[in-house]
């Protein structure tokens, strides 16, 4: 059945007029579906403004699912397709000679195509119940702003599938438990424009196409996945691209082809994103014993991208932000990042892909599972175990526990949801990272990787849920997990409090535990726990794992003497670690800072202490005594030559960053916050002004006299450590003197740095600047833009610290930027890098509300662009708005109500903005 008319075209009429309501999903109403597709066969014929979709799927019944209890309880295939952006051309079952009668053969409904089980059956009759449906649509990549499907990236068409892109681009069950084999997919387009085809698994074949003048001479390509897999995974790239090849050999001796592929003028940016995949294949294998199973790797390079990358089998398409890479344009944390992503994508392949998740409830399953290893990886493979550990901490208390202080607070497996989009959280990654690391922590390194063959060896190709998962760690180590299990089902961040007492009689050190969560039973917490000798600082306790079961424990330990205990080591779970008393003792952890041999602990002591200091001069309390403390502790850390490592230096002289300190008050003051930070910041610039001269000079001459640009722990950490002092030097801004000799420092780093790394860690000392340094200011502004020469992520850096600079007039600086030439909402990039960006800083809460009627403006506007943008990067800015003070959050509520009323809301939104308003 062909019709020059859509079959879906008044549906489409009608959902354009009379927007369906939001439909809340929800987790304990699963059920599979009546038909599953075991088979796929696609054929793409790109043209511009107009894609046609040929589908072929084959279809069976799922014997294990009665009639009325799958989906919906529909006797029929279920397919997902969205009218709005899908046109229907055409419908077809094998088998079935007359053509197909909407109502009596299948029903169109909102998001839904249903063919009727009689009609499948009885094209199944001649074909051994196996049903043949076929397909024609026609989709409009080019008008795609929601960048969720296929669409146009500059003049590249690619896709992006998951959670639910695929029913932009045909009807199809697009859900995570339906696992197909795209046997053949056939793309075609205009061979001049778009050279490079691709698509999942293993290139069949390729040509030109019969016919086509000189101006629209055709090619095609065919691949083919063995692999089954759900619909999320597909994926699909058609540009002029240029291309950096590589191979890996794997441990079973078979040659993988490894292509990276971006614009031609990018190609030179990709090379250590090839020598980061081909450590992760290695230290896969070497960890896991996992081997990758195709010949071939692809990797794409796209600059608008909704997320980071993505993991589609053999194909991964990445955001240019995470696979560029090179000295004149990507800082250190940028190349970490690269390596991080790159392995992270690749780990997919088997923690995702070979076993992925049942339903998107269970998301966490590979998401959270992933990010750990990606975090091991990481790691092990730098050398730096304790400060990747510092680093993913300071995420999880900065944005993960915001999170679940909020109203978007949920399990790590939620319940619910409306826009699956929203819920690619902290918690679900970070926490969930969290929850696999407690896994590790319990049963050890080696039981971990039992229940990780165990896992796989029951579950490859299979679509699964977190218990499954518990359920193999559990079996493999003959152990119970039962009351573990309620973490996936637990939202908020639980606390655990401690008291200790020393009985020097008797020689014992007592350590009381207590826990609170919003669970109603208790949870199963890990606690790393150590004693160190009060006087000499020695390790009496090495690094013990108390395991608190109840809601009140109490562990005795034997000691000669008095200790001082070390309690959550390395953060062995993501909990709040507070005193019974409420007050933490600083003496201790001064001592700690000063003494600890567990690296995290050892800086987070130190935090505690900043911290401590911090909020008593926000409070306006006696502070005195505590910054004397934060000094001798800082004094000591700076001069402390056992500390051989910069990076570890570096992390234990930097303040806690505002979004941490917000945590640890009850009601949040952005200004009173930044500027008391911005207090002790000073008195400790003071304070050590001429040791922190003295060991700039003395790591500047280092750095100048390596010619030669490197990546590794000892350079980076170097650069690290550099670029904490020139913050405190330049942080003596109060007098004209001290202002001319900032600037006359960040501008000598700015001017000769010879990476971005120094350079913009200059810049963003320079950007802050006034009274004698605003020309300083002015003059850098000017020059890294000139410099970035067009850069796209050279110029998202130039904007994020233009729209994050500590200055008076700020809002009206970024007003500005957005009416710069350079400045988009349709590339998430760039709109993050001013937005986000600018909500951030002290500035957005700005006692007279511009800042969020600024907010409000531009959320109305992105929107219309990328719902995904509107809800997942920017919405949630307002969110926590009960945490300020009635003016403040009268205000971020009243635009949240705005939001609520605006015309056509999309629902990633709407359910962001209802959330808030709870």
């Known amino acids: 059945m062909t019709t020059s008319t859509p079959l879906n075209a008044a549906l489409a009429a009608e959902t354009k007029a009379n927007p369906p309501k939001p439909v809340e999903v929800i987790r304990s109403e699963y059920a599979p579906l009546k038909y599953v597709v075991s088979k796929v066969s696609l054929d793409f014929k790109l043209y511009t403004g107009r894609t046609l979709v040929e589908s072929v799927l084959t279809v069976s019944a799922n014997n294990d699912v009665q009639t009325g209890e799958s989906e919906g309880g529909e006797d029929g295939l279920v397919l997902d397709g969205e009218e709005a952006t899908v046109k229907l051309l055409a419908l077809s079952v094998d088998g079935c000679e007359a053509e197909l009668v909407a109502d009596k053969d299948y029903i169109l409904k909102p998001g839904k195509l249903i063919i009727k089980g009689d009609t499948l059956r009885q094209g199944a009759s001649k074909n051994e119940n196996v049903m043949i449906v076929r397909t024609t649509v026609e989709i409009v990549p080019e008008e795609n702003t929601q960048l969720q499907g296929l669409y146009k990236s500059g003049d590249m068409y690619c896709t992006q599938c998951e959670a639910e892109g695929f029913r932009r681009i045909t009807y199809y069950p697009d859900r995570p438990d339906v696992m197909a084999t795209f046997e053949q997919v056939r793309v075609e387009a205009n061979a001049k424009d778009f050279p490079v085809l691709l698509s999942n698994g293993n290139l069949v074949k390729e040509g030109m196409c019969e016919g086509g003048t000189n101006g629209d001479k055709r090619k095609f390509a065919i691949w083919s996945d063995p692999f089954p897999k759900p619909s999320y995974l597909f994926a699909l790239v058609a540009g002029d691209l240029g291309c950096l090849e590589d191979s890996f050999t794997t441990m079973s001796g078979r040659n993988v082809a490894l292509r990276f592929y971006s614009e031609h003028n990018n190609v030179s940016k990709l090379s250590y994103a090839v020598e980061s995949l081909k450590r992760a294949m290695k230290w896969d294998e070497d960890t896991f014993g996992l081997e990758y199973d195709l010949d071939l790797f692809n990797v794409v390079a796209v600059e608008s991208f909704n997320m980071g990358a993505m993991e589609n089998k053999s194909l991964n398409v990445f955001n240019t932000s995470c696979v560029l890479a090179d000295p004149k344009t990507s800082s250190d944390a940028n190349y970490f990042r690269v390596e991080g992503i790159i392995g992270h994508e690749y780990f997919h392949n088997w923690t995702g892909n070979r076993v992925t998740c049942r339903d998107w409830f269970q998301l966490t399953l590979k998401e959270g599972l992933t990010v750990f290893r990606d975090q091991q990886f990481s790691g092990q493979i730098n050398n730096c175990a304790a400060v990747q550990r510092i680093s993913n901490v300071l995420t999880v208390r900065g944005m993960q526990f915001k999170e679940d202080a909020g109203p978007m607070s949920h399990p790590i497996r939620p319940n619910s949801y409306i826009a699956m989009d929203n819920f690619y959280t902290a918690t679900v990654y970070r926490k969930g990272a969290e929850v696999i690391r407690m896994y590790d922590t319990i049963l050890g390194t080696d039981g971990f990787r039992k229940g990780m063959d165990l896992y796989f060896k029951r579950h490859d190709g299979s679509a699964v849920t977190c218990d499954d998962f518990l359920a193999a760690m559990a079996d493999a180590n003959d152990t119970d997990l039962s009351q573990f299990a309620r973490w996936y089902s637990t939202s908020g961040t639980p606390t655990v409090t401690y008291v200790t007492s020393f009985d020097e009689e008797k020689g014992l050190f007592v350590v009381g535990l207590s826990q609170n969560s919003r669970s109603d039973e208790p949870l199963f917490i890990p606690v790393a726990f150590g004693l160190l000798d009060k006087e ?138 930044r500027n008391a930070r911005k207090f002790v910041k000073k008195a400790i610039a003071k304070k050590f002004k001429t040791e922190l001269t003295a060991a700039y000079e003395k790591l500047t001459a280092c750095v100048e006299a390596d010619t030669v640009f490197k990546v590794d722990g000892e350079s980076t950490g170097r650069r690290r450590l550099r670029n904490v002092y020139l913050g405190y030097l330049c942080a003596l801004d109060e007098t004209a003197e001290e202002q001319i000799e900032a600037a006359k420092i960040a501008t000598a780093q700015f001017e000769s740095a010879t990476g971005m790394t120094d350079k913009l860690a200059a810049f963003n000392c320079l950007v802050s600047m006034s009274g004698e340094g605003e020309s300083a200011r002015e003059a850098a502004i000017q020059k890294f833009y000139d410099d970035a020469e067009g850069d796209p992520l050279v110029i998202d850096k130039w904007f994020a610290c233009l729209a994050s600079a500590d200055l008076p007039d700020l809002l009206d600086r970024v007003v500005k930027l957005t009416t710069h030439p350079d400045f988009t909402l349709k590339v998430p990039n760039r709109c993050r890098a001013v937005i986000l960006s600018f909500t951030s800083s002290a500035a957005f809460h700005d006692d007279n509300g511009k800042g969020y009627e600024f907010l409000g403006d531009m959320l109305e506007k992105i929107d219309k662009v990328n719902s995904r943008v509107s809800a997942r990067t920017t919405a949630g800015s307002f969110l926590s708005w009960k945490r300020y003070n009635e003016k403040r959050a009268s205000m971020m509520k009243a635009q949240l109500e705005r939001l609520k009323a605006m015309p056509n809301i999309s629902n990633d939104l709407l359910e962001i903005v209802m959330k808030g308003l709870k």
């Open 536 to 673: 000499t600082g020695e390790e009496v306790l090495p690094t013990t794992v108390l395991e608190l079961k109840e809601m009140n424990q109490t562990f005795t330990f034997p000691v000669k003497k008095d200790v001082v205990p070390s309690i959550l080591r390395n953060f062995s779970a993501p909990v709040k670690m507070v005193p019974a008393s409420g007050v933490v003792n600083e003496s201790d952890m001064a001592f700690l800072a000063s003494h600890d041999t567990d690296g995290f602990n050892r800086w987070d002591s130190a935090q505690q202490l900043y911290t401590a200091a911090i909020l008593k001069v926000m409070d306006g309390k006696e502070y005195a005594e505590t910054l004397d403390l934060v000094l001798s502790t800082f004094g000591a850390t700076l001069n402390d030559a056992s500390i051989s490592d910069d990076a570890i230096r570096a992390f234990a002289l930097i303040l806690p960053g505002e979004s941490t300190l917000a945590e640890a008050v009850s009601v949040v003051d952005p200004p009173a916050i």
